[in-house]
C-alpha cells in the first residue's frame, strides 16, 4: 500500500486509513452538528487524528463537506449504473431499476444522503459551480428513462418534468423519515415505491 508522510513527522498514514477516518468521523459530526455546528477540530479528535494530520488531506471544512457530496453523489452513480446494466431497454423495467437503487441508497446510505441533501445550502460558490454538474447528472438518469417510455407511449404523464420532479423526490426524502426496524423492509419499501412512481409516469404497459 502506498503512504504519505504524516505531516507530524509521526510516520506514514495509510493512503486510505486516514482519507476514510477522517470521512467517517466528518460525517458523524455532521449528521449530529450540523456544517455550522461542527468543528473541525472535533473531527479531527473523532477520526483519532492530529488537527495538521486532517489539514494533510483536506485543507479546511468547506474542502471535507465538498470532498464528502462529491463522493456521496458518485457512489449513488455507481449504484444506479450498477442497477441499470442488469436490465433492458425497456423503460418501465429501467425506471424499477432506478428506483430500487435510488430507495436502498436513500436505506442504506441514509447519513450520506442526508448530508448532501441538509448541507448543500453550505457549500461556497466555487463548490457549487464545480458540483452542479453531478446534480445535473442525476436528474438527467431520471429524465432520459422518463422521456424515453414517453416517446414510446409507456408513460402517459402529461408533464414528463414535473412527473420526473414528484418521483425523484419521493424516493429521495426516504432518507428524512426512515427508521430501521420499521415495519417495512427494504424490499418492501422497493416494492411500494416502484409502484407509486409507475402511477406518477402513469404506465400503461405496451
Not at 89 to 117: C, F, K, M
Request: charged content about 30%; some cysteine.
Amino acid at each position: 500500500m502506498s503512504t504519505a508522510v504524516s505531516p507530524e513527522g509521526n510516520g506514514p498514514i495509510p493512503r486510505g486509513g486516514g482519507r476514510e477516518a477522517i470521512a467517517t468521523a466528518a460525517r458523524e459530526v455532521f449528521q449530529e452538528r450540523g456544517y455550522h455546528g461542527a468543528s473541525i477540530r472535533d473531527i479531527a479528535k473523532r477520526a483519532g487524528l492530529s488537527l495538521s494530520a486532517l489539514y494533510y488531506w483536506h485543507p479546511s471544512k468547506q474542502d471535507l463537506l465538498a470532498a464528502l457530496i462529491e463522493d456521496n453523489t458518485l457512489d449513488y452513480f455507481r449504484r444506479c449504473d450498477e442497477a441499470l446494466a442488469r436490465v433492458g431497454d425497456d423503460p418501465a423495467a429501467r425506471l424499477v431499476a432506478l428506483v430500487g437503487a435510488t430507495v436502498e441508497y436513500r436505506v442504506e446510505r441514509q447519513t450520506e444522503s442526508n448530508i448532501s441533501n441538509r448541507e448543500w445550502r453550505n457549500l461556497e460558490p466555487e463548490h457549487t459551480t464545480r458540483l452542479r454538474e453531478l446534480r445535473v447528472k442525476a436528474t438527467t438518469i431520471w429524465s432520459d428513462i422518463i422521456d424515453a417510455g414517453v416517446e414510446q407511449g409507456i408513460f402517459r404523464c402529461e408533464h414528463p418534468v414535473d412527473a420526473r420532479r414528484a418521483a425523484q423526490a419521493a424516493c429521495n426524502a426516504i432518507a428524512e423519515w426512515y427508521r430501521p426496524g420499521g415495519t417495512l423492509t427494504t424490499a418492501e419499501l422497493v416494492d411500494h415505491y416502484s409502484r407509486i412512481v409507475l402511477r406518477i409516469v402513469d404506465h400503461r404497459g405496451r
